[in-house]
């Protein structure tokens, strides 16, 4: 699937149309709409009936067809709502589809990702390859962030998020060779520039997350540790990085007596894999991305409950999600300098599994206390903390699958974030908004540090009740984090979807690659 802008020029035939509509873009719609060969075109629509300005410079080129067909109640406007026509006189592609936005005054981020989801669905199934999308051409609400630069960038990246299959592993492929062949995202002639960046940001986000959800969507027989730590190999080589895998040996001289607490029942090995980008200047402290990577968490011998066990495969999300921030972050060349870390294991039950009450010794020193072998993503996730010590970091951002009560808490809506810093917290929560692939913050009161005491170590891996699950959580994790500016992305509820939309996300691939971004004053 190829993405292109394509930017439309001053032409007077169209000023008056572009006027009434009130268009803030500086566009002067006119007949370029019209003369633009493609398969289809995409104009929307506003409720109750009102064109927007494309949609009007198509409708001035047909001699009327468009508002005829409105008038006759065939399209309202309401979002979601689509109307495919063909050969409409004057008009040089083959279809035009109307996509209904919604209320004009309330034609905001999500209104328009929805128009776009709504149009290519619609598409889907039409033989329509190469389309031209107007909707970029219109002005979001949300101030300046919503210039064009941000509505390409969200278009390529709704687009492969609609458009994506999992179909790898049936026998038969749903269909061969991707559903379109080009999307050409419209803007005004002033606005190209920005949008042509934009495009190459949502690209590279885009391929970002589709690595992730590829890799969140394996089975775990076969994203197992090893695969996982093969794929960062290869991953490294096509993008420059640099990679290492420690294995068990290496973990055990290092300490990291937790991680491997995690790793005694399950018969395949762990690894603990780590990625450098090097992009800033050599002194230049990096960012380090921690992932957890339970490529199937079981619960081990504080086993889980039967139902939707499966969906413990995507206990590796974090893990998919850093390697997908890598991705991108190296084709978009970023002028900084970011570190990988990966611990990676199966949580299973066995006979040479880790039992409740076991006390282990993390490579921090501290003890910890197994009360629940089922709260394992703290255990594997404090190690890798204490292992970013090393590298003198700026910041620490971890990503995981941490915590039920994050899904009971926020839903799909939005990820769990809980920070040592405010400022650092305030660039997630910025980078989540822009990006719309959200967080919300969660307090880390040392009230709810008094939840975590135990009789017989330092510190216990649960607080006991089901309070605050979250929150104690993120507290554990705390304990490892004192030594830099750390944020906790608690992911369960976001990084993938369950029952028939069953699929990773590729979250927060989005929110991480803008939170870098940003940085790097790309943004
Ligand atoms: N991977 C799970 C968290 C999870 C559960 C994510 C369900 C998404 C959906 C994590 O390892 C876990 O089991 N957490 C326990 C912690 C508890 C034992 C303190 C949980 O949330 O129940
Ligand atoms: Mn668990
Ligand atoms: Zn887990």
């Known amino acids: 699937m190829e993405f292109s802008i394509k930017s439309i020029g001053p032409d007077n035939a169209g000023k008056q149309a572009g006027r009434k509509a009130g268009n803030q ?9 019209a003369r633009h060969k493609c398969d289809c075109i995409v104009a929307g629509v506003f409720d109750s009936r009102r064109l927007s300005a494309p949609a009007q410079a198509l409708d001035k080129a047909a001699g009327g067809h468009l508002s005829g067909i409105l008038r006759h109640g065939d399209m ?4 979601g709502a689509t109307l495919l026509l063909h050969d409409v006189p004057g008009i040089a592609a083959g279809r035009v589809l109307l996509v209904g936005l919604g209320k004009e005054t309330e034609f905001g981020d999500k209104a328009y990702r929805d128009a776009i989801a709504a149009a290519l669905r619609a598409l889907k199934n039409t033989g329509s ?9 219109l002005p979001v609400a949300g101030a300046a962030r919503h210039g064009a630069a941000w509505r390409v960038r969200q278009g390529a990246l709704v687009s492969h998020e609609t458009l994506y299959r999992s179909d790898q592993l049936k026998s038969k492929q749903d269909d061969a060779g ?7 995202f419209a803007v005004a002639a002033e606005e190209a520039r920005a949008a042509n960046a934009g495009l190459a940001q949502g690209v590279a986000i885009a391929e970002g997350a589709n690595l992730t959800r590829e890799l969140g969507n394996l089975p775990a027989n076969i994203c197992t540790p090893t695969y996982l730590a093969q794929r960062a190999q290869k991953l490294a080589k096509e993008c420059k990085l640099k990679c290492e895998t420690l294995d068990r040996e290496r973990m055990e001289k290092l300490g990291m007596g937790a991680l491997l607490a995690v790793a005694r029942g399950a018969h395949q090995p762990p690894r603990f894999i780590v990625l450098q980008y090097q992009g800033g200047k050599p002194k230049e402290k990096p960012v380090v991305l ?3 990577g339970i490529t199937f968490d079981s619960g081990g011998i504080s086993l889980k409950p039967g139902a939707e066990m499966d969906e413990m495969k995507y206990d590796m999300s974090g893990a998919a999600s850093v390697l997908g921030a890598f991705r ?3 084709a978009m060349k970023l002028p900084l300098n970011v570190v990988g870390l990966i611990p990676s294991t199966e949580n299973m039950p066995g006979g040479n599994a880790t039992r409740p009450g076991d006390i282990v010794t993390s490579m921090s020193g501290q003890t910890i206390e197994i009360l629940n072998t089922d709260a394992e993503g703290r255990l594997i996730l404090c190690d890798a903390l204490t292992y970013a010590e090393r590298f003198e970091p700026d910041c620490v951002v971890d990503v995981a699958t941490l915590t039920g009560a994050c899904v009971i808490a926020l839903g799909g809506a939005a990820s769990g974030l809980l920070a040592n810093d405010e400022r650092l917290a305030g660039e997630l929560l910025e980078a989540g908004q822009i990006s719309g692939d959200r967080a919300w913050q969660l307090p880390l009161w040392d009230d709810y540090q008094d939840m975590l005491k135990s009789n017989f170590a330092d510190i216990p891996n649960i607080s006991g009740g089901r309070a605050a699950g979250t929150i104690t959580g993120a507290c554990f994790l705390s304990r490892f984090t004192k030594k830099y500016r750390w944020a906790h992305l608690d992911i369960a509820g976001t990084a993938w ?3 028939r939309e069953k699929g990773s996300t590729g979250r927060p691939v989005p929110l991480l690659t803008h939170f870098l971004l940003k940085r790097a004053g790309k943004l």
């Open 290 to 292: 921690v992932g957890k």
């Open 497 to 499: 979807r369950s029952g």
């Open 178 to 184: 991707p559903v379109f062949a080009a999307i050409a």
């Open 25 to 33: 873009t500086g566009i002067k719609a006119g007949s370029d709409w």
């Open 328 to 330: 991108a972050l190296a």
């Open 76 to 79: 309202d406007g309401k979002s």
């Open 129 to 137: 390859k190469n389309l031209l999308i107007t909707l970029s051409a």
